[in-house]
């Protein structure tokens, strides 16, 4: 029943929204790709190249759908992607290959040769890489220039290689949090890439938007549902919605959906975790007053709701948070979760019936990281930074162990702004309570640096050690790390081996302050820091707060 519904709600929004603005809707289903048999090179970064080199990336996937539809067609999808290439990037591989084979991701693909022949169709898909890196700050003015040079690249890709029909693909998802500030910058990138398509009678393939509208669906079925392993290349989900996009634009609705239906649907059945579940996601998440007590929207759906009854829905938690309402009845609907987060793991607890139809399922709000970023430091030689240039009023205030969050920076300015931050499986590192990324807050440019805090308390005196580590794909950053006032690690952790250190730290008995200073160089922004008990020590009755005043009353608790 859900799958169903999930079906037509996705073939609705891509009839609807996804339409081509060029040659393929005009010359009807199957102009695109020629029932299967037409030439379409695609033009693009690593997840072009993983549209070959993955076997459910989403050039492959195509391929099985067209040869699915229309047997014993020939197509022939040549995918140039080139790992960490950005738009200007392109711009110099178009050149430097009129004169000069090179491959890029795809063993054997050659992009002098696959360029100087004809194609049907030319797909470029780029801008991952400016966003990522970033090549652009996010400016009116970067922005304006980004697109007028994807349009030079455009026209001289079209120029070589002639396509009866030319398509620009959407940035795909950076973080799974479409308010974050690089989907919001990848947002205005796409409207100007639609807006070039549609100035050169080329289509627009929404890719983002599909992205968009799957991840969508999935979230009502699973929390844990993703379209990406890495929170920016795309997964097998990922993939297919790139792929359906991209086939509905170019005229091919019924190959799009025989993915959805073959490939897509029995994803997203996998992805209901028990017929018992109940899916959840925390809307938006408001301090209130003293900044201590936090407001949680939590939205619950019921998936695969059999028959008439109606699902009755509560929401519990523990001891000093405030539920409203006290229930709420239908497949969906909203509750405003309010207390303080001040465990390491604050769980709740979704439960209801429709009919005989019982379900229980858990969730967690992870202690938050208070952080503040946007403090350009440019003190690196190489790979190699210089951290006695680049202190500030606020490491000697840390160190002091005096309220560094009211500190002005090193250029006399005090308008800092410090804001919570919750680990979210919406980024890279996920929901672990010990886990930083910084693109929930910033699109970080090259050498931006910031601090983040957690206050600790304990009851009693206890040997801790302090576990550092990365996920990172790519990316520099160098870390400071105090425990009350102490510096207990400095270093670049991506070097470290494993991408791993742990070092001893004491917690005093009473509230203890853990602080740290992130450099940034390039690329991504994400590290961990967790605390790890001595022998048997399971650190389960401590406490945590964003405020740095409860250091001031070694007797207050959150």
């Known amino acids: 029943m859900f799958m169903k519904q999930l079906q037509w709600r996705v073939l609705i929004a891509l009839v609807t929204g996804f339409c081509c603005l060029g040659r393929a809707s005009a010359e009807g289903p199957a102009a695109g ?55 200007d990037g392109w711009l110099n591989i178009e050149a430097t290959t009129r004169t000069t084979e090179r491959t890029l991701d795809v063993r054997g693909v050659e992009v002098k040769a696959s360029l100087d022949q004809p194609a049907d169709v030319l797909v470029v898909m780029l801008g991952m890489n400016d ?15 980004w697109i007028e040079h994807y349009g030079q690249l455009v026209e001289a890709l079209r120029q070589r290689v002639h396509p009866k029909i030319l398509a620009l693909g959407g940035v795909t998802l950076c973080t799974e949090d479409l308010a974050s500030p ?105 301090p209130e007053g003293d900044g201590k007590r936090f407001v949680f929207r939590i939205r619950y759906d019921w998936p695969e709701q059999d028959g008439d009854s109606i699902p009755q829905v509560k929401l519990t938690a523990g001891e000093g948070w405030s539920v409203t309402p006290k229930q709420l009845e239908g497949a969906s ?9 001040s465990r390491l793991r604050n769980e709740f607890v979704l439960e209801g019936r429709a009919g005989k139809d019982e379900r229980r399922t858990t969730g967690v709000i992870a202690a938050p990281w208070l952080l503040t970023a946007k403090l350009i430091q440019p003190q690196w030689a190489g790979e190699t930074f210089e951290a006695q240039k680049a202190r500030t009023p606020i490491d000697d205030a840390i160190e002091k162990q005096i309220d560094f969050t009211t500190c002005s920076d090193a250029d006399g300015s005090s308008n800092r702004v410090w ?11 996920g929901e672990d309570p010990s886990n930083i990324d910084f693109s929930a807050i910033t699109h970080a440019v090259n050498f931006e640096a910031g601090y983040g805090a957690r206050w600790i308390h304990s009851d009693r005196e206890r040997a801790v050690k302090v576990r550092i580590g990365s996920k990172m794909l790519a990316g520099a950053v160098y870390l400071t790390l105090w425990m009350n006032g102490e510096p207990c690690y400095q270093g670049l952790i991506m070097k470290e081996p494993g991408r791993t250190k742990t070092v001893d730290a004491t917690l005093h008995k009473g509230w203890n302050t853990l602080a740290f200073k992130a450099n940034h160089r390039t690329w991504l922004w994400q590290f961990s820091i967790d605390l790890v008990g001595s022998n048997e020590d399971s650190l389960s009755d401590l406490l945590y707060a964003t405020k740095p005043g409860n250091v001031a009353d070694k007797q207050e608790k959150p």
């Open 419 to 429: 804001q919570p931050c919750f680990p979210s499986g919406n980024y890279l590192g």
């Open 131 to 145: 966003v990522l890196a970033p090549y652009l700050d996010g400016s009116e003015k970067a922005l304006d220039r």
């Open 333 to 341: 609907g909203e509750f405003v979760l309010t207390g303080a987060p």
């Open 182 to 286: 690089k989907n919001r910058l990848i947002d205005q990138m796409n409207e100007r890439v639609r807006v070039l398509a549609q100035s050169l009678g080329a289509c627009y393939l929404p890719t983002s938007e599909t992205m968009k509208q799957v991840l969508k669906e999935g979230r009502m079925i699973n929390p844990g549902f993703h379209l990406s392993y890495d929170f920016v290349h795309p997964n097998d989900a990922g993939h297919l919605a790139t792929a359906i996009a991209m086939l509905r634009g170019l005229g091919e609705p019924q190959v799009a959906q025989w993915l959805l239906e073959q490939r897509l649907n029995p994803i997203m059945q996998k992805a209901l975790d028990r017929k018992t579940a109940i899916s959840w996601e925390i809307v938006s998440t408001v």
């Open 33 to 87: 790709l020629r029932e299967g048999n037409a030439r379409v090179v695609f033009v693009g970064d690593s997840i072009t190249g993983q549209s070959r080199n993955r076997a459910g990336g989403f050039a492959n996937v195509m391929e099985a759908a067209l040869r699915a539809v229309y047997p014993g067609c020939k197509p022939d999808l040549v995918a140039l992607g080139g790992s960490g290439q950005p738009l």
